[in-house]
């Protein structure tokens, strides 16, 4: 008797500590889980801006808008007012857009006295903004604009000028919806604007999945928004699935491959931040190999000014391009107006343009506004329409 109670207490015993263990397990799988789940919706940030970039670019704004503005004011058309091409600039930790300006004088107004008003105008700007006369002719003034003492603006005035140019009669602008994966409302109300929109999605994020199928099912180009290390790495880490200089080809096929199998009907890929990855042309080679064996393009985002990727591309025969303009680092509306009129004008000059924009509201308020001047103006394609340039 007392042989069988002890052997029941002792099945009893390890009963309890089987389901103890059970438990356990199950506690530590949850757990695991769960910071699984919440390291999945933690939003890495959309660009590689610091503070102090952002404050350069709210300066630059106010330049863009008191350039367009101005010269309007003094009679110049705004048709006349060309922002030819904008590049990447760094220096000092900072990171701006270079803005190449042309400007068409009629031929009847004193550019001298334009030139001054230009200047006057400027000046009053409430922000740390000088100019410089690069040139001076009667037929020719050139400035260089620098905010804060980083030099951002070369503005051309020329009367008469050679380069007038005859407005292409259909441009053709892409634009690039980054960093989705976050927020399928967000997706959604993009895909609900009627223009042909291209998503680029980010992987290993709770919704890449879905919204890649439903923007599939949307008729819309899908592309990856690969993770690539910035310079300020580890401090700005563009999230999971990142590729970096210290990787071997090895393992940047191995994540390469994880990231491209993260994201259904991908078309073609851009890099997300990368400006430390995309100067690397031998790093860059094993990425751009991989995609030329899939079929797939590269759109370089050109966050540095030094990217070998396009160029590269283009030498490796891959279907490529590379972004001509960010069209919201500054939310306000007046800058994203400004980015809009950018973005429409050089495609009528060049005949083709790339914007590239992020999932904030503002953004989102602004294409709606758009969508019937784009539409009217220009055809909005996918990126893949303005690949090879």
Partial sequence: MAK????????????????AFVVIVIIVLMSHHSEVDEKRSVRPPFEELSTPSRQLLSCISLVDRSISDGLHKMGVPREKILFLSTQPAYKNDFQWD????????????????VGKEFRDYIAHLRI????????????????????????????????????VFDRVSSPKIAIIIDDLGYDCAFASAFLAIDLSLTLSILPFTPHTRSIARKSNKEGREIMLHLPMEPRSYPALNPGDGVLLVSMDKDMILDILNKDIGEVPFVDGVNNHMGSKFTENEEKMMIVLTELKRRGLYFIDSKTSPNSVAFN????????????????????S??????????????????????????????TLGILQKYQPILSNEAEVVPVSGLLNY
């Fill in 312 to 331: 590269l591309a283009k030498k490796m025969e891959i279907r490529a391009a590379s972004r001509d303009i960010f069209l919201d680092n500054d939310l």
């Fill in 4 to 19: 069988t109670k002890h052997k029941r207490t002792k099945t009893t015993r390890l009963t309890l500590i089987g389901f």
């Fill in 128 to 163: 740390p903004v000088q100019i410089a006369v690069n040139k001076k002719s009667r037929n020719e003034i050139i400035y260089s604009v620098y905010c804060k003492g980083f030099y951002t603006h070369r503005v051309t005035l020329t009367r008469d000028s050679p380069h």
């Fill in 333 to 362: 509306e007046s800058a994203l107006t400004i980015q809009m009129d950018r973005l429409l004008t050089l495609a009528k000059y060049r005949g083709h343009a790339i914007g590239i924009a992020h999932p904030h509201k503002e």
């Fill in 98 to 113: 270079f803005s190449t300006i042309e400007v068409t004088i009629p031929y009847h107004y004193d550019i001298f006295r």
